[in-house]
């Protein structure tokens, strides 16, 4: 174990050592705890990384306007304003990318959730659909059926890898629930878990805060810490080995979440694109949705809080909104691109800074929670590494068929279980109109294993009529919901 004297003149070098003051009073398990977290902290970068997270935090407020335009013409493309024949090439394109084994999944799931009032993985949620399903069996089903599509379109069968971003404390439980649920029919070493990582919480003069005597206080480094993670964690070396060439990521709580969508696979790929991403448009000028757009020559996701009001609101001469393209949190990545990230540019990646109230201990070894903040938290983002790509491209998709999020409990009526469950039923109604049948009401589910997107559904609909609630299912699903 290493010694005090070699370990406080490390710590001192960097400003730190009073992360040792506590430590005549520490047991021999605690010591132990505290030199871990100590050596986990990377104490060269520490100094590095408050000083840049502070630069960030000086230029919090500051408006953009001047430095900002719009995605030029050439570089979106919009599915609502696309012919079918030319969404129809890329979907054979991505359809013919997955059938070769070529098509990843990043999935980020390390949010707990809390704010629907359920202390487990937010993808183990179920916002009360007849079949039961939650999140991530959704989207596991809609994997199978994209796997089978690429099959029957190709006569080749690839997998999709999925690999599953977690926090500390999602790894576990998410690990069980798949385990108990057969991995919901993927093969288990298709699908893999990692851990995000974290960052130590500072006080405003650089100092870390010690959450306990002998713990570091640490808070999750935000999606962006997905890049030193998969670096970290052998996901880049597991991609090369498997000869994965793309990588589809999304976040675990978007119910209309088309994943791996074979579309926006196949435009990516045919554009040549290292990076690209969906964007729904806006709702309207004062929707607090950061937009992607340029700063400065460079690809960028601008913040709500960072454009005026009277930027937000310039409108194109069709009367669109100037700055429309709302993030959503889905992207596709090259695997070349991000090994790029991996190995070089995400020490440059941007670290956004939140003022916090971080619980800690006092001189005298308590622990308090203030009353206001009085630390930061540093946090990278995932659409941080925009700027570096040498071929960025975004697909405007129709916000009904693809994006609604879940984050509320139901108290705030919007982005919440009923939200998200209302519009997967009022798509799945769609779906089935659009298919020559009629539904009556508007309580409507069909099972991924039946469609992933409204495809091949006539044989089953066309002249019928249903009335509400109707659940389509497939032999593989359950008669009485799922666990």
């Given amino acids: 174990?290493?010694?005090?004297?070699?370990?406080?003149?490390?710590?001192?070098?960097?400003?730190?050592?009073?992360?040792?003051?506590?430590?005549?009073?520490?047991?021999?398990?605690?010591?132990?705890?505290?030199?871990?977290?100590?050596?986990?902290?990377?104490?060269?970068?520490?100094?590095?990384?408050?000083?840049?997270?502070?630069?960030?935090?000086?230029?919090?407020?500051?408006?953009?306007?001047?430095?900002?335009?719009?995605?030029?013409?050439?570089?979106?493309?919009?599915?609502?304003?696309?012919?079918?024949?030319?969404?129809?090439?890329?979907?054979?394109?991505?359809?013919?990318?997955?059938?070769?084994?070529?098509?990843?999944?990043?999935?980020?799931?390390?949010?707990?959730?809390?704010?629907?009032?359920?202390?487990?993985?937010?993808?183990?949620?179920?916002?009360?659909?007849?079949?039961?399903?939650?999140?991530?069996?959704?989207?596991?089903?809609?994997?199978?059926?994209?796997?089978?599509?690429?099959?029957?379109?190709?006569?080749?069968?690839?997998?999709?890898?999925?690999?599953?971003?977690?926090?500390?404390?999602?790894?576990?439980?998410?690990?069980?629930?798949?385990?108990?649920?057969?991995?919901?029919?993927?093969k288990a070493e298709n699908v893999l878990l990692f851990e995000q990582g974290s960052l130590p919480c500072f006080e405003y003069d650089g100092r870390i805060i010690l959450d306990e005597k002998h713990r570091v206080a640490r808070a999750p480094d935000g999606n962006g810490g997905i890049y030193r993670a998969m670096k970290r964690q052998g996901i880049l070396d597991d991609m090369q080995k498997r000869g994965v060439l793309y990588l589809h990521a999304h976040s675990v709580d978007n119910i209309l979440i088309k994943v791996a969508d074979p579309v926006f696979i196949g435009y990516c790929v045919q554009e040549k694109a290292d990076c690209a991403a969906k964007v729904v448009e806006k709702a309207s000028p004062n929707e607090a949705v950061g937009v992607v757009a340029i700063v400065d020559g460079k690809y960028q996701v601008v913040e709500y809080s960072e454009i005026s009001a009277k930027t937000a609101e310039m409108r194109n001469s069709d009367g669109r909104l100037t700055f429309s393209a709302g993030n959503i949190c889905n992207h596709f990545f090259s695997a070349n691109f991000l090994q790029k990230i991996g190995n070089t540019f995400e020490q440059e990646l941007k670290l956004h800074v939140a003022k916090k109230k971080i619980p800690f201990v006092d001189n005298a070894g308590k622990r308090l929670t203030p009353e206001k903040p009085n630390g930061i938290k540093i946090e990278k983002f995932v659409f941080d590494v925009f700027e570096f790509a040498q071929k960025f491209v975004a697909m405007e998709v129709p916000r009904d068929e693809e994006f609604s999020a879940l984050k509320n409990a139901d108290t705030a009526g919007k982005d919440c279980p009923s939200t998200a469950r209302q519009d997967l039923h009022r798509l799945h109604k769609k779906y089935i109109e659009s298919a020559g049948g009629i539904v009556h009401g508007d309580v409507c589910e069909i099972s991924p294993f039946v469609t992933y997107a409204g495809e091949n559904l006539a044989s089953q609909v066309e002249g019928k009529s249903f009335s509400s609630p109707v659940y389509i299912r497939d032999t593989r699903d359950p008669l009485h919901g799922h666990l």
Avoid: C
């Avoid at 902290?41 to 100094?47: A, F, G, P, S, T």
């Avoid at 230029?59 to 995605?71: A, F, H, S, T, V």
């Avoid at 084994?101 to 009360?128: C, E, I, N, S, W």
């Fill in 1 to 186: 174990m290493t010694d005090y004297l070699t370990l406080h003149s490390r710590l001192a070098q960097v400003g730190q050592e009073h992360l040792l003051k506590f430590w005549p009073e520490l047991t021999n398990d605690e010591r132990i705890e505290l030199v871990q977290d100590i050596e986990e902290l990377n104490l060269d970068e520490i100094k590095k990384y408050f000083d840049r997270a502070t630069v960030s935090m000086n230029e919090n407020g500051i408006k953009l306007d001047d430095r900002l335009q719009p995605l030029p013409e050439g570089k979106l493309i919009s599915i609502a304003r696309s012919p079918e024949e030319k969404l129809s090439a890329y979907r054979d394109e991505g359809l013919r990318q997955i059938s070769q084994g070529h098509v990843a999944v990043l999935l980020m799931a390390g949010g707990q959730g809390t704010r629907l009032g359920f202390d487990h993985p937010k993808g183990m949620y179920d916002v009360g659909l007849q079949s039961k399903k939650t999140l991530f069996r959704i989207q596991a089903e809609r994997i199978l059926r994209l796997e089978e599509l690429a099959h029957h379109a190709t006569g080749q069968r690839g997998h999709i890898t999925w690999y599953i971003m977690t926090s500390e404390h999602t790894v576990q439980p998410t690990e069980d629930y798949f385990v108990a649920n057969n991995y919901f029919g993927l």
